[in-house]
């Protein structure tokens, strides 16, 4: 029987296209080649390791754990005479020691407030870091921070909104001293009042 010299040619041109179709499909099955000055696995997961083991910084946390009894001072205005309140804290180390989960329960212009926090230590950036959030808002309040040669003193830099005034994005700094194994103080500064900065102080007395 005769072939169409139009049909034997389809049919290899077909032919030529399966087989490169194949082959490709055959090649991108193959592992990706790796580059040459690219880390192996072994060397990747060290640096991870490197990066999420706990260490000196994160050992430093163990002194806010425990139970304690809070006394609050706010300022709401400068020159006047703060708002009093009284609460208590139970601080928890958490994930490995990695982070410390405070909960605090107490009261907040009257009303009675709970509050949550993480602080922890990230390898990576070289810094103490720390998260807040509470029922007497909706905010979440995040900062970064450094401490002091003795592990004594904790100053984190951070921003906040002011429903009252309607600013959002201002300047705050949180500093932590610890005062002794059963005391430390907590101060939240405005930075824009200047030397008048002083908008909240928490000290905590270990029950």
């Given at each position: 029987?005769k072939i169409h010299?139009?049909?034997l040619?389809?049919?290899?041109?077909?032919?030529?296209?399966?087989s490169?179709?194949?082959?490709?499909a055959?090649?991108?099955e193959?592992?990706?080649?790796?580059?040459?000055d690219a880390?192996?696995?072994?060397?990747v997961?060290?640096?991870?390791?490197?990066?999420a083991?706990p260490g000196?910084?994160?050992?430093t946390?163990?002194?806010f754990?425990?139970?304690?009894n809070?006394?609050?001072?706010?300022?709401m205005?400068?020159?006047?005479?703060?708002?009093?309140?009284?609460g208590?804290?139970k601080?928890?180390?958490?994930?490995?020691g990695?982070?410390v989960?405070e909960?605090?329960?107490?009261?907040?212009?009257?009303?009675?407030?709970?509050g949550?926090?993480?602080t922890?230590?990230d390898?990576?950036?070289k810094?103490?870091v720390?998260?807040?959030v509470?029922?007497?808002g909706?905010?979440?309040f995040?900062?970064?921070?450094?401490?002091?040669?003795d592990g004594?003193?904790?100053?984190f830099?951070g921003?906040m909104?002011?429903p009252?005034?309607?600013e959002?994005?201002?300047?705050v700094?949180?500093?932590?001293?610890l005062?002794g194994?059963?005391?430390?103080?907590f101060?939240?500064?405005?930075?824009a009042?200047?030397?008048?900065?002083?908008?909240a102080e928490m000290?905590?007395?270990r029950k």
């Amino acid at each position: 029987m005769k072939i169409h010299s139009v049909t034997l040619s389809a049919m290899l041109v077909a032919a030529v296209g399966l087989s490169a179709s194949r082959a490709a499909a055959a090649e991108s099955e193959k592992p990706a080649s790796r580059p040459a000055d690219a880390p192996s696995m072994e060397e990747v997961m060290k640096k991870w390791e490197a990066v999420a083991t706990p260490g000196p910084a994160h050992k430093t946390l163990e002194a806010f754990v425990g139970d304690w009894n809070v006394s609050s001072k706010w300022w709401m205005v400068p020159d006047a005479p703060p708002a009093e309140s009284k609460g208590t804290s139970k601080v928890s180390a958490i994930l490995g020691g990695r982070f410390v989960q405070e909960d605090y329960a107490g009261t907040f212009m009257g009303k009675p407030m709970k509050g949550m926090g993480l602080t922890g230590y990230d390898n990576f950036k070289k810094k103490y870091v720390s998260l807040w959030v509470d029922d007497a808002g909706t905010a979440m309040f995040t900062s970064e921070g450094t401490a002091d040669p003795d592990g004594k003193v904790f100053t984190f830099l951070g921003k906040m909104d002011d429903p009252l005034s309607g600013e959002k994005d201002k300047a705050v700094k949180y500093v932590i001293r610890l005062v002794g194994p059963d005391k430390r103080v907590f101060e939240m500064h405005e930075l824009a009042r200047g030397a008048k900065s002083l908008v909240a102080e928490m000290t905590y007395t270990r029950k």
